[in-house]
Structure formats: C-alpha cells, structure tokens
C-alpha cells in the first residue's frame, strides 16, 4: 500500500538534495467500466457498448491515447464521435507539464459527460504502477506505466466478463517503438492516423488530424527555410546576459513581413524593436514571446509604409522570397532608422485557432490549401483536407499545428466551418471569436441555478428588505429595452426637502457566490450587445423578466436613496435591498414628452419633473467640477424586422432625459464607491480613468489653432472651459467635431481593486472615486459591487473571494479584457452592418469633414451616417499625384489643394467587396475637385432611394 | 506554469490518498528506560521521538514553581539531518521556540498539572525527518509518552493538519503541500469531549470556509486518536502479560 | 577490547493469546469507567459530567466503592513506613533535600536525623552549620519515610541504624511497582553482598558488612578497598536486576537469589544479551514457582 519515492533534486545554491515523497498505492481505485462487476464504484463513466464504428476494430472497445496523441491531436478527441476514451494520469500530468492550454481542453472534455471520458489514476492504483527502471528514461518510463495500464485494462475487463461482450481496450500511440513494444505484450495498438482514417461514419475526422513529424516531410522539401530555434536553456542564458531581449510579437497589420516587438526592460519603460523580413520573423506568428537578437546598427532599417499583404497561390518553399522583400528595401533616412532585430527563439506560443478562409490549390487533385486568415497579422497556414471543394467561400476555424523550419507556412489542420462567408450570421460569429467573446449559450450547469418558475418573492427575501413597493418608481430606457436595471423615483418629504431614489436590479440575489452561474458570468464579464443581437451575460430569464425592473411587477432592487434639500445637496445617503413596483416603463421620449406637457399633472410625471429639476442642478455642479462632455457618434440602424438587414442608419439622439437618467446613475455609482471604499479599503473593486499624458492632445491643439481656437488641456476644467467656448462662426458642427477629437485623446476607463492602487481618479467624471454600480444585468462589475455593498450594510455575508485583493485585481483584469474586447466586437459589428447598409444602396455622394490628415491620405467623418472612412490618395493602380505632407499644420497638399482638420469635402461611399474577406468602405473624393485624384459624381439613381432616408 | 497539483479531479492528492486520509501512522511506546516515558511516532515520513520527564522537583529557577499545580516544560528541537537539506540548527531560535511554547500549551490543556503542586514535568520532543505537519506530530508522540509516563491527562490530546485546496479541506498535509501554498490549520484536540487544545493558523483564510475547515481538522485528529488509542492498548497489553500475573 | 555487536532484530512480539489475562480491567486516559455516581474517586481517575473517567493507562482497582487506575508505570508514591533509597540534592536551613524518584523531592530534617552522641543531643546552631559535613550533595542514604506532605511530598528519617549514609556500593535504578513489598527491605544475599531494595525502585549493592558498626548512626563511610570477588558478586547482581527488571518478575530477596544463581554459568557481562536474559529469568521463574508450589 505504501510506496517512498525517492529523488535527487538540485538545490538553487548548487547542492544536491534527496527529496524523499510518500506515494500510496491504493486498491480502491475502479476501472470506471459500466461492464465491469468486479469494481465497486459508485457511478461509472464508460459505457458497456463503447462503439465507434470502424474497419479496425468492429467490436466495443475504450481508446487509451497516450501523451502525444493527447498533445497534438486534441481536436480529434474533442469532437462527440469519440467517446469511452481512458485518460491515464500519467498522460494527464505529462500534458499538464508540457502544455497548459491543451490541459485545459482535456480538463473540459473529461468533465464533459456525454463524452463518456475517464481518467484512471493508475500511478496511484496498486498493479499498475511502476517503478523506474536503472538506465530508463524518464519518458521510456511513462510509456511503459502507460502500456501497463493499458494491459491491466485490457485483463481486467476479460475477467470481469460475464457475458462476451467482447469489449477491448485499444491503445493509440504514434510513437513506433512504444507501438512496437505493445504489440510484443500482446496489447491492441494503433497509431492514431490508422484508427482515426478507420473510422467508418466519420471521414471528416481525418482532416482534422494534426500533422505529426513524419508527415511533415513529405510536404515540404529538405531545404531549410529558416535558421534554426534557439533551445530554451540557451535563450534563457542570453536574456540573462542581456544579448537577447525577451518580449511579445506584434505582426503588421498592413505588411506581412514587419512586425515589432514590445520589449519591457528594467530601466526604461520598454522599447521596440523592428523586426522585417521572414529570415528575420523566422517564423514567430502575432503574439508570440519570442526572444530577439539586435542587429548591428548598420543594418537598421526604418519601417516601411508600403502596405504588402501576402497573396498569391502558395510560394513553393523553394523559390528565394528575396523579390518580395526588395520591396521592403528603400534607403531611409539615418534618423529614421529603428533598433532592428531578429528573432532567434520563441519562448511561447500563443496560438488559437483562427477563423478565416480557404485558398483552393489550383491543382485540383491536390489536397494541401492554403488559409488565409481574417486577422491579417496572422501568416497564411498550409492545410490538408479533402472537403476543400465544400470549404470555398465558407468561413473557417483552423489550428496551427506547427511551422517546421523548411516551410514556408506553419502547418495547421482544419476545426470546423463556421458557414458562407458574407452571411449575416457566419460573420458575427466570426466576429465573436476573432473578439474571443464568450457566446455559446449557457450550459445546463449554469441554467440549473437559476431560480425555479413561478418565482415569487418569499417572507425570506422579505427579511433583510424595505418594502417600497408604495412609492412611485418608473424607469427611463432606451426604446426596446428588455433588460432594465435601474428605474427612479423622487417624491418631497413632510420637511420639505426630496427624496430621490435611485432602484438598480439585484441580479447579486440571483446570482450567488462560487456557483456555475456566477463563474459564467464572470468570464463573459458584460453583456455585448451587436446591432441586432445581444450576447447576455446572465440567462434571459434573469436578464429579461426576474431581474428587468419592468412596470407593474414586484422585483427585487438594490436602492440607493438620498436626502436632499432643492438645490440638489445630499444631506443624507442610504443603501438598502428592497421590494419595488416600477409604475411605468418609459423610453426616454415619452418620459421627455410627460415632462413637457404640463397639463400632465399624475405622481409619474411629477416625480420625472423633481428628478430632471435636480439632475439639471447636479449636472451644473459636475460641469463646474470639470467634467468633460464630450462626444462620439453612435449610430443605430433600422433593421428589418424579417430580414434584420439594416435599412436605416441615424444617429443617436440625445435628449434632456437621457442626461436625467444619466445623473442620478453617476450620483449613485459615487456614492457606492464612497461607501464600499470606506468599507472595504484593500478590495473595493472601483474604476478609474487615469489623466492623459500631455503628448495625447497634440493632435487636438494643433487642430484646434488652425481655426485659431486656444485649447487648455491643464487639467479637466481647464479643457471642458475651453471646449465650451471653441466656437468658430459658420460652423456649427466645429464643436462637436472638436469634441471627437478631444474623446479621441483619452485613455481608457480601467476597473481595479483598491487594495492594488492608489491612484483613484476618474478624469472624464471629475470625480476623486468611482465604480459601476448601475448595471448588474450587462455588467459583472457591479454584480460585485452589489455584493460588496450588500456586506457593507449587513444585508449579506461576505465569501472569501470576495476580500481577496489578488483575486479581485484578476477579475478587473478580465473584466476590461472583455470590456475591450465586447467594444471592438461592437464596433465591427457597426461596420458589418454599415457595409451591408451600403451594400444595398450601391453608391452614394455625401458631404462630410476632414477629421485626421495622414501623409498618404484624409480621414473623413459623415456626422450623417457617424461614418469614418479614409480617402487614399496614392493607389496602386494609378500614378501617384504630388503630395506634400506638412506635419506641423498637418496639413496635406494634393496637387495644388491643401487639406486641413475640419475641411469640409463631399465624398463618393460604396462598398469595395472585392476581397470577400476584408470587404471595406471605399471613399473617394467629389469635391474639391482636383484633376486625377477626385472621381465625378455617381449618378444621380441612388438619389432616387434617398427622400426614405432623409428625415 | 503553475505549481503542483495538490488535489486531482479524481479526488487523489500528490501522494494518492483522498483528501480526508491520513498518512499511515506508526508509533512505538517506552522506548527508554532512561527517562519516565518515552515515544516513537511515524506520521507518514514525518517522525519525531518524545520523552518525558517528571513530575519532579523544579529544575532550574525555582521562582517558577507554582504552587497550585506542575510546570510543564517542553522543548522542540530538529534534528540537523531531519530536512532535506542539512542544515545546523541551534537551540532556541525562534521557530523551535515559539513550537515549544505551542506544546506548552497544548499540553497545559490536557494534563491534569493541578495533581502535581510545585513540580515540573519536562517533555521533549525532537523531528528525526521532517515532512510536514511537524506540530501535529510532536504533539501525538508526546502524547504517547506522558501517557507512557503514567501522568494523568484528560484525555488523549491528538493533532492534526489540514490544509484548504480548491473548495476542499485536506488532512493532514505533507511538506509538498505545506509548501504549496496552502492555508493550513494545526488543531490539537481532546477527541472524546471535543475540546479544542490550540488552534493555530498563520495564513489568510476566508472567514466561511473556517468551520468547514475546523470540522475537517477535528474529524482528522478523531481519526488520529483511533490509531494512538490502539497503539496505547496494545502496549498496555503487552506490559500487563508480560508482568504476569 | 573485544565489542560485542549485533545487528538489530525484530522486536519479539509478546503473543498476547493468553487471553486468561485478559479479565484485567485496562483503560487508556479518557475511557469513562463507570456512570454510576455510587463510586469514589481514586487515583488515576477523574470526574468528568459525573462519570469516573481514567486519567492515565493501566489496571483497574476497586476497593469497596473506590476506584483507583494503576498506571503501569509511573513516579514513587510514598507512604509511611516505607524504606527509600535517595540522593542528596541540597543541603538546606535545618533540612536536606533527597531525590527518591518522586514527584517532589523528599525532605530529611535536620532533626530527624541520628547525629553522633547520642539520640536524645538538642539541634544547635552549630549542627546546623555543619550539616554539610554529615551529608553532602550527591551522598546517597537509606531512610524511611516519616510521614506525606499535604503535596504529596515525603519527609523522611533515618532514626535507625540501619538506615543512613551509604558507602561503597552500587546504585540500580528501577520502576518502583517492581519492588515487592516485604518485612524487611534489607538483605544479606548468602551469596555474600547486600541489597537494600528501597521501595521507590532504588535498589543498592553493597559489599556484606563484616560486622554491624555501632557508632556514627551510619556517618562513617569505610574506603577500604572492596574484594574482586565481592565486586564481581556485585556486578553480576546488578546485571541480575536488570534482567529481572526487563521481564517485570517483582523483586525480593529470594527471586534476587533465584535470579544469581541460575546465572552462574554465564559470564557477568553476558548476562544482558537478550537470549541469556531470557534464558536466566525462565529458570528463576521456574524456581520460584517450584518454591511456590
């Protein structure tokens, strides 16, 4: 039962140490076979028919992989058909040493039931474990303890049969000699490409087979491409030295063979450095930690502005790459130069699958194609698949298998199709993956812990609640709002001062601590919403009925109730779980209209009045406090209501109630700040918005002065004063535009714990302290904010996550992660849909301002559409025309017309879908008109279309 | 990467017990003649030798007699070969010191001192091997051996680690665990009524989990006093045939 | 010198089938013994929620209605009339402290003492400054205990003859639940040495005396330099004891006897090898039984 285990370890200090480790041997550990009646298990995982149809094995049988084919062909064994699979622990603990996101995979697909996964702890398990023999590799060892189980198994089993049912234990291995071995002890084996190709139902399988070494020749030709990798021992004595420099690879966007690489040193803030060339990549994809060597200082090179994009049929790995990269070389000036390196060793991948699209060879038979990526900083992977006829013009997810260094590509194999490209539904999910947004829908884990239907409230919920079901609350959203988290009331007290309530949706009741749900929803981290479509991050029940402040219902709220006197003083705070029972659900047009009629005079419309009389004075105060408004142009599109194609595009528009709603939400997310840091000062979980540094408003300044308008960007005030009054005459928009550019400065809105920062400011809110309170339903934040307040007043208890500072600091980092990642996702969801807008309407002319003036060309802002498109003024096909770049204005001379910030231009806007995969807006300049650059004006038929979008 | 493993999916730890076993407790009583009781225990590849001395007169500075009942002096010390690495280990640094006045305490708990005015009884324990839990197991072999030394007690006091992994307590920790990260707890117990003889915990731990994790802790030591419950009746029995009639 | 080395065996298992034994009543600390409240309180014993619980392992005894727990091993309980073996360890204001393997150290007063002239001599100051020179630290004396201190310490006397200052002589230390109790504690072995087998487990070895020396109430120390044989007779008791002891046979003058002469074809330092040891204890058991029958 009792087994020592004894090792020789190295010490740090050089010493040599005998670590002695108990390691028990157990008899209690079950075969986990349904079939079996020898074992005592409580439940059991393989199925007694375990059958996969295939040519070689016609009976049932378990899989038994052993580590590498766990490591490399991961894909294979997530996919349903595979079932009744025996995880050893020794291949368990080998993959968790070797690679952490393969683990990861595993881990899910054992915990998977339908999977029918077992993991058989046999290092632990009295016949199977084995001892190292004297000479035997650590690795020789493993392979052996695995053919050791796989035996046991397989005797196992036999002698537990009753009845013959025959069924087998299959060991799939890709390593001859292990192979060998097996079959000398009478064991099934087959290497996986054998079994998988076997397989009768499935052929797709087989292309998603990785490829394995001896594969790999066969493609590729013996030349050697790239130098070599260094070994990690030597790429580590180098950092050390300082001779090689460790960060991560940021591959162009516009040039395939550029990228740069972040480099965090002690004694600066980081550098970068240029890398160019393949030779120089060698083989580092886009996020990579890689370890660079500098290059001599005369062989520095600035980077390039020409935009080069890999494309073409396959370059045979033969052909010298050198006419590709001439390009690259034009003389630049010495200051121009950047520290430039290479990479000589990659100490991490970070490869994910990519969703992208297929190249079909141009030979017909041939089953290796070429991927193009949809991320453009991702290198072309060479697949095998025989469906490539089936995959062309579908999206779809591959893996990179490997870049061996004679290859001109990195090697991958194909994971799935995602569906026709340019459909609606293909490219969000596209879309959602490229953003890594969580979007599957919720497992019955999570759906089991929400509560049961009919839900009502029960004398418990009641305990630790104010019941205000009495008083006048109505919420203000936005028109089709489902998902109300926060709803108002004010009324005037019996001393004549108010009371203002502000009732946000105690989703923190619903969701508890710890459980399927909460995890869940702390990994999506905030609801995402895309043009037609949102992705929750609670379950609909929650989000849309039990925890949606909708009118008329009783629900269960968090309030944050004020005292106030009527010039808009807080003389008293309080926070409670309560019971309310929202009168109305008003959008904020019909709130505004309830407002502005004054006949209409019941407890709603009055309560509205008390609140926007008030919000009007904290609004002044905040302003007078320095708090920025500025702006940004949202968009809304009209969808059809069959097709959810957009047919109308409009901006969004702002009215008094919006800023109503608004104010009470920023009163109420300070005052929980306030009182949750006063509570908790190590692990408050609030938001900051750091001061920009100086140099962001450079852009802004030197806009500003060229319609001779003085910014001051010395502190918020300063700035939001001086924004106030940049007016120039004739120009109405000017200030709007100005307030672009000035959002275009700042930085980003952070979520951190308090225990891991000092710096508390919230720039663009002028306020000393803030967090997100108002928004349980879309955002996790304050799911934990409600939580952290909710033990502040005593209305809960704590949990230890909850005051754990590293903990919570982990969780703001995944939450701006998401946070970031949900604002790009909608942002291209806006374009997507923009481009199918205009997809429709074919070409159309409109008028718009010059926004940032670059050294090859405008961008271009139509306040109309909210659209921001860029006007090239060099192109391929055309001879390019005189331009001038004046970097001080800036200012750009075409020919003989001068570009400025704010210019106003008209502009031609079609679609350019000419590369299905990055279609994009296209901008040509009408007016002014300069001979060879501008192109006439489209004709006047889509104008036809237009009285239905003017409005 | 990240550090071991400590409690598997399947619910085995590093070394292949579950999470509520402990490790395999051996123990030998009177293991000199020398002094009045003596104990040899094995917990796992952590052992420890206990011996006692006394009741007998102070020692020493008499200012510290009491008068209503025994002084117990304990002293803890490591052997210089007890770790991995050897290490030479002066007496009354500060660990081995502040270990010493646990036992005191533990001790002080569960021994009937007030039989015993004026007196002193001395235990010493010393780590052969040291594999974590090291408190725990200094407090079961000086249990043997003030029982061996015939001095009255309560009851048995036993100890135990247990450690706070993933949502679950583990009994009694090896050093690979101990050193893993995890928040330990070392509880000394009087099984039979339950009484807890010293609680002691360094690390941070949420305030929720504590009960669960007490709970753990006096079910290990319950099971701890199983095993030193039948090591003291087979002494026991043996002496009493051996000396006849 | 030749050493004697072995290599370590397995511990022999004492088979504990003899189940006759059985019928002895062991508890362990905390074992509650009964519920009924009818039963007084002994030693080894506590009340804990009105049931009598043992405080240390051992035998149960009952005596009437009170219940005392036997440990099996423990410190010298003294009582009254009991003959001690002890060690000076201080020499005090009017007293000497003696450790006799109690839980306190015993207390010798000045005036329980025979000091030289005559029993009836009034203590003066001076006798107290002198004290010293009767016994000093480290002396060894036989006494009797007088009486028990409230804290269970002894006071003891040496109001006899036959009890006092030890000369040259060989100090054993054992469990004192081995010594059996007897008439007289005091033994001229045939064998020709003494043995005082002290009742706190203290047994002394001591050349037979060649005629009962009157004067010095037991003062004066010969240091006459002791016979060879008388020694090895010494020595070979000794061993005698130990091995006696390590088999828990009760030790009085006949089974001490018993016990040398079975040795007597062994070599002294043989005696304490395990199997000789064995060997010898069975003989002497068997002879006592065949006394005995």
Known sequence: ?951 | MAGLELLSDQGYRLDGRKATELRKVQARMGVFAQADGSAYLEQGNTKALAVVYGPHEMRGSRSRTLHDRAVINCQYSMATFSTAERKRRPHGDRKSTEMSLHLKQTFEAAVMTQLYPRSQIDIYVKILQSDGGNYSVCVNAATLAVIDAGIPMRDYVCACTVGFVDETPLADLCFAEESGGVSSLALALLPRGGQIALLQMDARLHQDHLETLIEAAMTACKGVSKVLDEVVRQHLQERSVLSGE | MAADMRLPTIRKTVSLTVSSHDRKDLVVPGDVITSDTGFMRGHGTYVDDDKLTASVAGEVQRVDKLICVRPLKTRYNGEVGDVVVGRITEVQQKRWKVETNSRLDSVLLLSSVNLPGGELRRRSAEDELTMREYLQEGDLISAEVQSVFSDGALSLHTRSLKYGKLGQGVLVQLSPSLIKRQKTHFHNLPCGASVILGNNGFVWLYPTPGQQEEEAGGFYTSLEPVSLSDREVISRLRNCLLALAAHKVLLYDTSVLYCYESSLQHQVKDILKPEVMEEIVMLTQQKLLEQEG
């Open chain 1, 1 to 951: 039962m009792l087994k020592s285990k004894t090792f020789v370890k190295k010490t740090r200090s050089g010493g040599v140490m005998k670590i002695v480790r108990e390691h028990y041997l157990r008899d209690d550990i079950w075969c986990g076979s349904e079939a079996c009646t020898e074992c005592k298990h409580e439940s059991t995982v393989l199925q007694k028919d375990a059958c996969i149809e295939s040519n070689l094995c016609s009976y049932p049988h378990y899989l038994v992989p052993d580590t590498n084919v766990v490591l490399h062909q991961i894909d294979i064994l997530e996919d349903p058909v595979i079932r009744n699979v025996i995880i050893l622990q020794t291949v368990l603990q080998e993959v968790r040493h070797r690679s952490a996101p393969i683990y990861k995979r595993l881990k899910d697909i054992i915990h998977e039931k339908e999977k029918h996964v077992y993991t058989f702890t046999n290092e632990h398990h009295k016949e199977t474990f084995i001892e190292r023999e004297p000479g035997e590799s650590a690795n020789d060892r493993n392979d052996r303890a695995i053919r050791v189980a796989a035996k046991w198994y397989s005797q196992h089993l036999k002698a537990s049969e009753a009845e013959a049912d025959g069924l087998k234990v299959v060991l799939l291995t890709n390593d001859q000699g292990n192979k060998q071995k097996a079959e000398e002890s009478g064991l099934l084996v087959y290497k996986c490409e054998e079994y998988i190709k076997s397989l009768i139902a499935n052929p797709e399988l087989v292309d998603r087979l990785a490829l394995s070494n001896d594969e790999k020749n066969e493609i590729t030709s013996s030349k050697v491409l790239f130098p070599e990798h260094l070994p990690l021992s030597r790429i580590q004595a180098g950092i050390k030295s300082g001779t090689f420099l460790q960060g991560t690879l940021r591959a162009s966007r516009d040039n395939y063979l550029e990228a740069t690489v972040f480099v965090q040193r002690e004694q600066d803030d980081g550098t970068e450095v240029l890398i160019q060339g393949l030779q120089n990549l060698n083989r580092a994809v886009h996020q990579d930690v890689v370890a660079v060597q500098l290059l001599p200082r005369n062989q520095w090179v600035a980077p390039s502005s020409v935009v080069l994009q890999d494309e073409g049929p396959a370059k045979d790995d033969g052909v010298e790459d050198e006419d590709e990269e001439n390009v690259l070389k034009t003389s630049a000036a010495e200051s121009a130069r950047k520290l430039t390196g290479k990479v000589v060793g990659i100490i991490k991948r970070n490869w994910r699958p990519f969703c992208g699209m297929l190249n079909v060879s141009h030979i017909k038979e041939s089953t290796r194609h070429l991927f193009t990526p949809a991320d453009r900083r991702i290198p072309r992977i060479r697949i095998e698949t025989r469906q490539a006829s089936s995959l062309v013009g579908q999206r779809i997810m591959v893996a990179i298998d490997g870049w061996p260094k004679d290859s001109r590509y990195p090697n991958g194999h194909f994971v799935r199709s995602l569906g026709g490209a340019g459909e609606k539904d293909t490219e969000q999910e596209v879309l959602l993956l490229e953003h890594d947004v969580p979007h599957q829908a919720f497992s019955q884990a999570v759906l089991s812990f929400l509560p049961k239907m009919p839900w009502s409230i029960t004398p418990e919920d009641m305990v630790k609640r104010e019941d205000l079901r009495s008083l006048t609350v109505c919420s203000v959203d936005p028109p089709g709002c489902t998902d109300i988290d926060d709803a108002l009331h004010c009324r005037e007290l019996e001393n004549g001062n108010l009371e203002v309530g502000v009732h946000i949706a105690d989703v923190s009741h619903f969701i508890r601590s710890g459980n399927a749900l909460d995890k869940e929803a702390a990994n999506r981290g905030t609801t995402v919403y895309l043009c037609g479509k949102r992705i929750d991050m609670v379950p609909e029940l929650l989000s849309s009925n039990l925890c949606s402040l909708r009118s008329n219902v009783d629900r269960l709220a968090f309030s944050c109730i004020w005292e106030m006197n009527h010039k808009a003083e807080i003389l008293k705070t309080r926070f409670t779980k309560s019971v309310i029972n929202s009168k109305a659900s008003l959008t904020y047009a019909e709130a505004q209209m309830r407002i502005d009629d004054t006949n209409n005079n019941d407890d709603i419309t009055v309560s509205l009045r008390g609140l926007n009389k008030l919000a009007k004075i904290l609004k002044r105060q905040r302003i007078a406090k320095g708090a920025l408004t500025l702006s940004s142009l949202e968009v809304r599109f009209h969808m059809d209501s069959e097709t959810h194609d957009p047919i109308d595009l409009q901006t969004k528009e702002l009215m008094e109630t919006n800023s109503m709603v608004e104010e009470f939400m920023l009163l109420a997310n300070i005052s929980v700040a306030q009182k949750i840091h006063d509570e908790f000062p190590e692990c408050a979980l609030l938001r900051k918005h750091p001061a920009p540094p100086p140099s962001n408003y450079d852009i802004l300044l030197k806009a500003a002065k060229s319609k001779d308008v003085e910014i001051h960007t010395d502190s918020a005030k300063a700035l939001a004063d001086s924004l106030d009054v940049a007016k120039v005459d004739g120009f109405p928009y000017f200030n709007t535009l100005l307030r672009i550019l000035a959002t275009r400065c700042m930085m980003q809105a952070v979520y951190f714990c308090s225990g891991m920062d000092s710096d508390f400011h919230h720039y663009g809110l002028a306020s000393p302290i803030y967090t997100h309170f108002t928004s349980p339903i879309r955002r996790y934040a304050d799911i934990i904010v409600h939580r952290l307040l909710a033990v502040a007043i005593g209305a809960d208890s704590t949990y230890a996550d909850l005051t754990d500072k590293h903990k919570q600091s982990a969780l703001c980092n995944n939450l701006n992660y998401r946070h970031k990642m949900s604002q790009y996702a909608q942002r291209a969801s806006v374009a997507f849909h923009t481009q199918l807008f205009f997809k429709s309407r074919g070409v159309l002319n409109e008028e718009g301002f010059v926004l940032f003036v670059r050294k090859n060309a405008i961008i271009v802002l139509i306040p109309k559409f909210g659209l921001e498109g860029t006007v090239f003024f060099d192109s391929k096909d055309k001879a390019a025309p005189n331009i001038a770049f004046d970097e001080e204005g800036p200012t750009l001379k075409v020919e003989h017309h001068t570009f400025h910030i704010f210019d106003k231009v008209k502009v031609t806007i079609s679609l350019d879908d000419s590369n299905i995969q990055h279609q994009k807006i296209r901008m040509a300049l009408t007016e002014p008109v300069i001979a060879g650059v501008s192109v006439a004006i489209p004709d006047a038929e889509p104008q036809a279309k237009k009285p239905k979008l003017d409005r």
